[in-house]
C-alpha cells in the first residue's frame, strides 16, 4: 500500500529542464543570505561561476533518490533581473521567456530520511540534463566553505539523528510575497507529518524567520567568527519541526 502524498497544488516536481532556470533562482535569491556573503566574496568578479555552481548543485540532488526536489512556478517578470543584487551574467544558456509566460520562481530539496520507503518516489529525472561545464569556483573562498561545510555537518549529525532534512529553499527577490518559500517549505512539512519523522534544518536570518512562524523550534546556533575577507563571521539556527 502505498502512503499518501502532501497536494502539490502550485508546485511541481524538478526536472532536468528546469536546472538552467533553477541557477538563475537560486543565484538571485541567495544573495541576500549571510552564508553566500561567507562562501562566496568574489561573486562580482566570477558571477559565471556562481550561476554553474548552483546549477550543477540541483543538477546533482535532482538525479539523486535520495532527494525531493520541488519548483514553485509565476508568471515571467522581465524587470526580475533589476530586483536581485545577484549579478546575473546575460547569454547563460537559460532562454528568456515572454512577458507573463509560467517560470520557475522559487526552489526547495529535502533529502529524505534513512530508510525512508519513498526513495526514488519524487524522482523526475529523465533527460536530457543541460550540458554544464567543469566549475573553477573561483567566486569561493575554500576556507570558508570547509570550515562552514564541517560545522553544519557536525551540528547535523547531533541534532538530526533519523530526521529527513530541509536542504534549501530560495525564491527570486522578484517573486517575493507572493507566499512562494511558504508553500514549499509547508509541502515538507505535511510529508513529514504523513511520515511521523522528524525534520531539520540549518537556516540563516530569513529562513529562520520564516520557519519560526510555520512552528519549528531552534535547537541550538552555529556561529562562525570573521576574518579579514568577511569581517561580520556568520551564524545559522539549527531548527527542528517535529509533526508529533
Not at 54 to 61: G, P, W
Not at 65 to 75: G, I, R
Not at 187 to 209: F, H, P, S, T, Y
Amino acid at each position: 500500500m502505498s502512503l499518501p502524498v502532501p497536494a502539490f497544488n502550485a508546485l511541481r516536481i524538478a526536472s532536468p529542464r528546469d536546472i538552467l532556470r533553477i541557477g538563475i533562482v537560486a543565484a538571485s535569491g541567495f544573495r541576500y543570505s549571510p552564508v553566500f556573503d561567507w562562501e562566496r566574496p568574489d561573486h562580482e568578479k566570477y558571477p559565471e561561476d556562481t550561476l554553474l555552481s548552483y546549477r550543477q548543485e540541483f543538477a546533482s540532488v535532482i538525479k539523486s533518490p535520495e532527494h525531493v526536489v520541488l519548483v514553485a512556478v509565476d508568471k515571467y517578470d522581465p524587470d526580475e533581473g533589476k530586483k536581485s543584487i545577484a549579478i546575473i551574467p546575460p547569454n547563460n544558456g537559460a532562454e528568456i521567456p515572454a512577458k507573463g509566460d509560467e517560470v520557475v520562481v522559487g526552489v526547495a530539496c529535502w533529502k529524505l530520511e534513512p530508510g525512508s520507503k519513498r526513495v526514488g518516489e519524487f524522482q523526475n529525472d529523465t533527460g536530457p540534463y543541460p550540458p554544464l561545464p567543469p566549475n573553477l569556483d573561483r567566486d569561493k573562498n575554500r576556507a570558508h566553505c570547509i570550515l562552514f561545510g564541517d560545522s553544519a555537518e557536525a551540528a547535523e549529525k547531533k541534532y538530526f539523528h533519523g530526521y529527513s532534512s530541509m536542504e534549501m529553499v530560495v525564491v527570486h527577490p522578484a517573486y517575493w510575497g507572493r507566499a512562494h518559500g511558504g508553500n514549499l517549505v509547508k509541502w515538507g512539512m505535511e510529508l513529514a507529518r504523513i511520515d511521523k519523522v522528524k525534520q531539520g534544518v540549518i537556516a540563516a536570518k530569513m529562513g529562520r524567520d520564516l520557519y519560526s512562524n510555520l512552528g519549528w523550534k531552534e535547537k541550538a546556533e552555529v556561529n562562525l567568527e570573521g576574518d579579514e575577507i568577511v569581517p561580520q563571521g556568520v551564524s545559522v539556527s539549527v531548527m527542528e519541526y517535529d509533526p508529533n
